[in-house]
């Protein structure tokens, strides 16, 4: 019965580590969506704001 009772409270521990896992990696990948959308909207402003500086001429 001791034996059942550990091999079960095992899988638990297993699937709920796995479960947070995945649930990080999601979190990291929106984060690096997120970032790239930033930097990608920062590079257009910069661009933006150095046209019209130099566009005036």
Same mark, same amino acid.
Request: net charge positive.
């Given at each position: 019965? *001791? *034996? *059942? @009772?550990?091999?079960?409270?095992?899988?638990?521990i297993v699937l709920i580590s796995f479960t947070s896992c +995945?649930? %990080?990696?999601?979190? $990291? &990948?929106?984060?690096?969506?997120?970032?790239? $959308? %930033?930097?990608?909207?920062? %590079?257009?402003?910069?661009?933006? %704001? @150095? +046209? &019209?500086? $130099?566009? &005036? *001429?």
């Amino acid at each position: 019965m *001791k *034996k *059942k @009772i550990t091999r079960l409270l095992m899988l638990l521990i297993v699937l709920i580590s796995f479960t947070s896992c +995945s649930v %990080i990696e999601g979190i $990291f &990948k929106a984060g690096v969506g997120v970032g790239v $959308f %930033i930097v990608v909207v920062i %590079i257009a402003i910069v661009v933006l %704001i @150095i +046209s &019209k500086v $130099f566009g &005036k *001429k």
